[in-house]
């Protein structure tokens, strides 16, 4: 069983910086795609940014404002967020594949974290 726990959420003001982080526990990080869902209020979660390979993906609302990156060493993926806007307020969730490839949908992924809240205030 993978465990995944995420940290780094907090209340911060719009074009401000936050950096999320997510431990895992599973001896073969290296093979596991990687990814940041995030969820709104009264929203459905949807794809922030994955990791599979040294490839990453981002969505097209975060591009040039957060970054993904992904420690082997610490069995840890982490989300840069630079340029907060209010509408990045969410409850941000960790997610994990043991397989490789191009996974932009949380259907494709099998563990999941516990998620840590983001709030932007304008």
């Known amino acids: 069983q993978v465990q995944l726990i995420e940290s780094g959420g907090g209340l911060v003001q719009a074009g401000g910086s936050l950096s999320l982080s997510c431990a895992a526990s599973?001896?073969?990080?290296?093979?596991?795609?990687m990814g940041w869902f995030r969820q709104a209020p009264g929203k459905e979660r949807e794809f922030v940014a994955a990791?599979?390979?040294?490839?990453?993906d981002l969505a097209d609302s975060v591009k040039g404002r957060f970054t993904i990156s992904k420690d082997n060493a610490k069995n840890t993926l982490y989300l840069q967020m630079n340029g907060l806007k209010p509408e990045d307020t969410a409850v941000y969730y960790c997610?994990?594949?043991?397989?490789?490839?191009?996974?932009?949908?949380?259907?494709?992924?099998?563990?999941w974290g516990q998620g840590t809240q983001v709030t932007v205030s304008s």
């Open positions: 990791w599979s390979g040294g490839n990453t």
């Open positions: 599973v001896r073969t990080f290296r093979s596991y795609a």
């Open positions: 997610a994990a594949s043991p397989r490789y490839g191009r996974m932009l949908s949380e259907d494709e992924y099998r563990y």
